[in-house]
């Protein structure tokens, strides 16, 4: 640290991102991308726009907005777009929350809340999930915060259903509540159509996952013209040009072959189902997911453990090393294959063992 760090982030915990190795090939589970290609469209998109990279992007973003709305049946004025989700959950921290209006999310859920939370300094309370990994929807009701919820939840991978979650946007009418639907497209109930019925309600959605943009970093929000402007007026007092020219030209393109994504996704919850059974008939506990990982413990073997002999033979999958779940291991869904290849590593360790 330099002796010009302002004292008011010294304490700052950073995020710790999953790693991303290029020692050798791995087969790589570990920080829930797609592992699908962009379709044919997109990189073609791209590569025709390269040629415009001297001119600065458009900061309305009207060409992504206008194919936003045809997608979701969103009026744009309801829809802001961001560098990766990351940057609108940024967002919503420093437009909504301070010291009259301090934030509530679960104990285990996305770990940048609490990194928004510490470097906004802002009062925050961690809501426990019941013992099997739950949101108890009863701890939201009324609570007079605003609230973060990732649905489905990460690293669990369990989903409320949509009436649960409107309870909780209800019963908070003087709060923002954000719901955080990042892994939606694999099996959850999105909100998306309750922004005109709760002024409250600010949903965010990524192309990192269900889209295979994770390396475009391409994020969006949808809720009422007033929080979408809110969000606005900070996106053009920190950075008008967030979204790059080929990253827009990518989710253009990306929106306009809608079909080869939702077939992504069916293959990827095949492949989950598939990975969840094998993964218990050989003694695993797996939690039930709504989305493209699963998380998974073994009393057999110890969960650092098995991440640090899969990490040896090539295959990265994300550890945590908080307490109460650190038995557990969040994988990524990936191909077919790639889960072949990772149950057959799996059950030759538990036989080494
Ligand atoms: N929300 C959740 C729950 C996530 O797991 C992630 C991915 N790390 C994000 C948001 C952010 O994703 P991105 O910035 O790539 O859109």
Redesign the pocket.
């Given at each position: 640290m330099s002796a010009f760090f302002s004292s008011k982030h010294t304490s700052l915990v950073p995020y710790v991102?999953?790693e991303q190795l290029n020692d050798k090939k791995y087969i790589k589970l570990n920080?829930?991308e797609s592992p699908f290609p962009p379709s044919p469209g997109v990189l073609e998109a791209v590569s025709g726009e390269a040629s415009r990279l001297m001119l600065y992007p458009d900061p309305d973003c009207k060409p992504l907005l206008s194919a936003l709305s045809k997608v979701y049946g969103v009026d744009e004025s309801c829809i802001v777009v961001t560098?990766?989700?990351?940057?609108i959950?940024n967002f919503a921290f420093l437009a909504f929350c301070d010291d009259e209006h301090p934030v509530a999310f679960a104990n285990h859920?996305?770990g940048?809340y609490k990194v928004f939370a510490g470097l906004y300094n802002l009062p925050y309370e961690e809501i426990p999930l019941t013992e099997d990994f739950r949101i108890r929807v009863e701890d939201y009701i009324g609570i007079n915060k605003n609230i973060f919820i990732?649905n489905p939840?990460?690293p669990t991978g369990i989903a409320l259903p949509l009436s649960d979650i409107e309870r909780i946007v209800a019963s908070n009418s003087d709060n923002v509540v954000v719901i955080?639907e990042?892994?939606v497209d694999f099996g959850g109930e999105s909100a998306v159509g309750l922004i005109n019925k709760y002024k409250n309600l600010l949903v965010?959605q990524?192309?990192?996952?269900s889209r295979s943009l994770?390396g475009g970093?391409?994020?969006m929000g949808f809720a009422s013209p007033e929080l979408i402007a809110d969000i606005n007026t900070l996106r053009y007092s920190t950075n008008p040009y967030n979204i790059n020219r080929l990253t827009m030209a990518a989710g253009v393109a990306a929106l306009e072959e809608d079909g080869y994504y939702k077939d992504n996704c069916k293959k990827i919850i095949d492949s989950r189902e598939y990975t969840t059974d094998a993964l218990r008939k050989l003694g695993f506990d797996v939690l039930e997911s709504s989305t493209n990982f699963v998380f998974a413990k073994c009393d057999r073997i110890d969960g650092g453990e098995l991440y640090a002999r899969l990490r040896e033979r090539g295959i990265l999958i994300r550890h945590f090393t908080k307490p109460s779940i650190e038995q557990y291991n969040r994988i990524t869904v990936g191909t077919k294959e790639q889960m072949e290849a990772l149950i057959s590593n799996v059950k030759e360790i538990l036989e080494e063992k």
């Open positions: 991102p999953g920080t829930n560098n990766g989700s990351d940057e959950l859920t996305y940048f990732a939840n990460a955080d990042a892994y965010t990524t192309f990192s996952k994770a970093r391409l994020g």
